[in-house]
Nanobody
């Protein structure tokens, strides 16, 4: 059974940093790319970042480029999203998702097979 479990969300002040994690089980990060998505109230879910370490592929949405860094530890089956210079508009539930790496899914949600339950990130003073 494939499971994706996010952790590390919380409350952070504007300008602060936070690292969220995605623990994958039942699949190998050698075979799957992992995307991070977020869903804010009143807004559609949007892609934030993507990594396929086997292909050396990394993608960021323009809104987070230069502020967020995605990384993976394939030995631990973990993917991380380091978020810096956080803004109130980054407030959302953050989800990780897995897609076959050949799909190069990036922000194309329909290509993702597995989804986590999400972790809440709130940026507020």
């Amino acid at each position: 059974e494939v499971q994706l479990v996010e952790s590390g969300g919380g409350l952070v002040q504007p300008g602060g940093s936070l690292r969220i994690s995605c623990a994958a089980s039942g699949l190998s990060l050698d075979d799957y790319g992992i995307g991070w998505f977020r869903k804010a109230p009143g807004r559609e879910r949007e892609g934030v970042s993507y990594i396929s370490s086997k292909d050396d592929t990394i993608w960021y949405a323009d809104s987070v480029k230069g502020r967020f860094t995605i990384s993976s530890d394939n030995a631990k089956n973990m993917v991380y999203l380091q978020m810096s210079n956080l803004k109130p508009e980054d407030t959302a539930a953050y989800y990780c998702a897995a897609a076959d790496r050949w799909a190069q899914a990036k922000d194309i949600q329909i290509l993702y097979e597995y989804w986590g339950q999400g972790t809440q990130v709130t940026v507020s003073s």
